[in-house]
């Protein structure tokens, strides 16, 4: 087996050691150089990257090729072409130009812009992502060599959520540096963040899965009663996989591994039906990119096995939903992880000012950070009771913990750590070591012994937002150090001022106790964090002053992309929970209502009949039944006609953001004044009537 992962292993990916074996070595020296340090390769080269490109995806067995970007619709997008001349120009029929590599023009007037584009024009540019390699996807239809782009307008603003990234990426690098350079590291080059996304999901049966309307235009359950089984015996979790699922999950390793995608782990998750998959972390633009790919091939490979894949982060009510854990860390072209203790006093010093500023981050735009995890699905996590909550805290473990609070109550201690003659309570020098046995499941943000992990992320969604933001926020903390500690006559009683002052500042925003209680909201809110529990609440955080300047000051949005952020995130929550109301009333209309009509019927029909056969017969079971079904049909029926009447109203309101919250406000709790009596009858009702399978036929039976 292992023999054939490294057979395979990245067998579909245009890579370095590919382009090495297939370019002359001047175009090759000129690629790396480009893809190590920026700015933008001769026509020339191109040409000759291309031509090499195409012959090696050709005999790969493609036919076409796509410029493959990550639109604001938070999934991929992609226009094949063939690799075609006109016949008459060119003997060689099949081709790919330089210029067709490195910039595509493509109509952008259907993706979403928040208003971006309708001030220029209608087109949008796709410009070749040099950082991250180019690849074959093999389908059933064909095989199509991809190359990861960026897309803007044509007066440069960023149409996806590629260029931030790359941006942010690019802040952190110069922050990174100037702060390695101050401790004496002359090394480094280049200070990178990388991630490592866990990814859930639930494997449903494709049969099941096309009779539930629900599930095929929205992704997760509208209606439906928890089953007699839940997930209370925690019998799932890291539980024996089942043979279907085991095939599945070997067939997607098979994929991902062709990719070039270090999948690693797979589990069983906590809720029936629920996995999970690891890959080893990597550079986070080339994570973004395999994530998004690994989301569609995990979808793609279970309809070859009869299986649909739900990404959705609550397919089921009453059991835990999908999150994806971004394990976050900052590191150095030579080896060197910026969030690991180390060994030596001077590397601790490193690590605790690197941590102060994190907790800084954190803690200044935790409006910023729990925005960047909204998404429409992520409404039924966070804030919930599970998952992480929409408080954001930082949870540390004890023995940091203990070590920060020693740094904020008496600021000499640092001298004493940093030397390595201060006992942190848990074990003494090197006094910060990796502790890899907490774990606190409720906190959204947790340092895991040399990374943080991320834990707020929608299973559905891009990571690009969560990390670009992390990026920024904890690049413009490294700033302020930088220009303090640069400016400073002793660096090290500066550093040591910096650390302390940020820790005293900001330690409201550790947090070790359980997330989900009552008492956190309460402590939080004194504490003075934000509580924003849904996505209508976080969207105003884009578009503060602090906001602005954060972004602004390393080029990684203007003011108005982040404006059109916000308005395509009130347009999104909008057309989503339509298109659920939609979806509910469609079904409740066309399948449940008159099933349980037909039911009562039915019913009615049996009283008649006994009565008349058997008039001494007792009949109150059936009748009190009649009665009870008939109430919650009639509440259902209320429903359903209050909904219709209100999606109206709501559509006529002028601004997204007033829409969108009446959606929040209104819509959702007229929608859940519908499901409820459903879900009553569905426990209610005869199951051989019922007009779609059930939390049971879905969860259990895969
Ligand atoms: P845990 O079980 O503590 O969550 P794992 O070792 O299983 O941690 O890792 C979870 C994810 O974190 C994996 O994708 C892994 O590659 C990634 N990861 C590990 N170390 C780092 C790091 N230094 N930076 C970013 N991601 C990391
Ligand atoms: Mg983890």
Not at 501 to 523: A, C, K, L, P
Not at 572 to 593: D, F, L, P, Q, S
């Amino acid at each position: 087996m292992s023999d054939k992962i490294t057979e395979i292993f990245g067998s579909n990916v245009f890579s370095t050691s590919v382009m090495q074996e297939r370019l002359p070595k001047k175009v090759f020296a000129e690629v790396m150089d480009v893809m190590e340090h920026g700015g933008n390769i001769s026509i020339a080269t191109a040409d000759i990257v291309a031509n090499a490109m195409k012959d090696w995806a050709v005999e790969k067995g493609a036919t076409h090729y796509t410029h493959w970007f990550q639109p604001l619709t938070g999934i991929t997008a992609e226009k094949h072409d063939a690799f075609m001349t006109r016949p008459e120009d060119s003997k060689t029929l099949l081709q790919l130009t330089g210029k067709q590599l490195i910039m595509g023009e493509s109509d952008a007037s259907s993706f979403p812009s928040g208003g971006l584009r309708s001030t220029h024009y209608a087109r949008g540019y796709t410009a070749w992502d040099m950082t991250s390699p180019a690849f074959v996807k093999e389908m059933t239809a064909g095989t199509i060599l991809c190359i990861p782009t960026i897309f803007v307008s044509y007066h440069g603003e960023a149409l996806d959520k590629k260029t931030p990234l790359l941006r942010s990426m690019e802040a952190i690098n110069t922050q990174g540096l100037r702060i390695l350079r101050l401790f004496g590291n002359t090394q480094a080059q280049k200070v990178f963040p990388s991630v490592g996304p866990e990814q859930e999901y639930f494997l449903v049966d494709r049969e099941k899965y096309l009779n539930r309307r629900d599930l095929i235009y929205t992704g997760r359950t509208l209606f439906g009663a928890p089953a007699p089984k839940g997930q209370e015996l925690d019998d799932q979790y890291f539980g024996v996989i089942r043979e279907r699922v085991g095939d599945f999950m070997s067939d997607l390793n098979q994929e991902l591994w062709k990719l070039g995608i270090p999948a690693v782990t797979q589990h069983n998750e906590v809720a029936p039906a629920q996995h999970e998959m690891a890959p080893i972390y990597t550079m986070c633009n080339l994570a973004v990119d395999q994530n998004q790919l690994t989301m569609e091939t995990m979808k793609r490979v279970a309809t070859r096995h009869g299986l649909v894949c739900l990404l959705h982060e609550k397919p089921f009510a009453g059991v835990n939903g999908s999150g994806k854990h971004n394990n976050w860390s900052i590191g150095t072209d030579t080896g060197e992880n910026l969030l690991d203790p180390g060994d030596t006093p001077n590397e601790n010093l490193q690590f605790l000012l690197v941590l102060s500023c994190i907790m800084k981050a954190v803690d200044v735009h935790a409006d910023l950070l729990r925005q960047s995890a909204s998404c429409v699905g992520n409404e039924h996590r966070l804030g919930g009771q599970e998952a992480p909550p929409a408080i954001i805290s930082i949870f540390l473990g004890d023995q940091l913990d203990d070590v920060v609070n020693q740094i904020v109550s008496n600021a000499d201690s640092i001298k004493l750590l940093a030397t390595g003659k201060l006992d942190s309570g848990v074990s003494t020098v090197p006094v910060l070591n990796r502790d890899a046995t907490d774990r606190n499941r409720t906190t959204p943000f947790a340092f895991t012994g040399n990374k943080f992990e991320f834990r707020m992320v929608g299973s559905s969604d891009s990571i690009a937002d969560a990390n670009t933001t992390l990026n920024a926020i904890v690049a413009e903390a490294l700033c302020q150090a930088a220009d303090e500690l640069e400016a400073a006559d002793d660096f090290s009683t500066a550093c040591m001022q910096v650390i302390h002052r940020n820790m005293t500042e900001h330690q409201r925003i550790i947090f070790n106790g359980d997330g989900y209680s009552e008492e956190w909201v309460q402590e939080a809110a004194r504490r003075g964090l934000p509580n924003l529990p849904s996505l209508v609440d976080a969207v105003p955080a884009l578009t503060t002053q602090k906001a602005i300047n954060l972004f602004t000051r390393f080029g990684i949005y203007t003011p108005q992309e982040l404006e059109a952020r916000a308005e395509i995130m009130y347009e999104t929550y909008i057309k989503v929970i339509k298109i659920e109301a939609n979806t509910m009333i469609h079904m409740a209309a066309k399948h449940y209502i008159p099933a349980v009509i037909h039911y009562t019927t039915r019913l009615a029909q049996s009283i008649n009949a006994v009565a008349s056969a058997c008039p001494q017969a007792e009949l109150s079971v059936q009748r009190k039944l009649l009665q009870e079904v008939s109430r919650y049909l009639a509440d259902a029926s209320t429903a359903l006609e209050q909904l219709k009447p209100l999606m109206a109203r709501v559509d006529s309101i002028d601004g997204v953001k007033e829409m969108a919250l009446a959606y929040h406000d209104a819509v959702v709790p007229a929608m859940d004044a519908l499901r409820y009596p459903i879900d009553t009858l569905e426990l209610m009702v005869d199951k051989s009537i019922w007009p779609v399978p059930t939390y049971g036929d879905l969860m259990f039976e895969v």
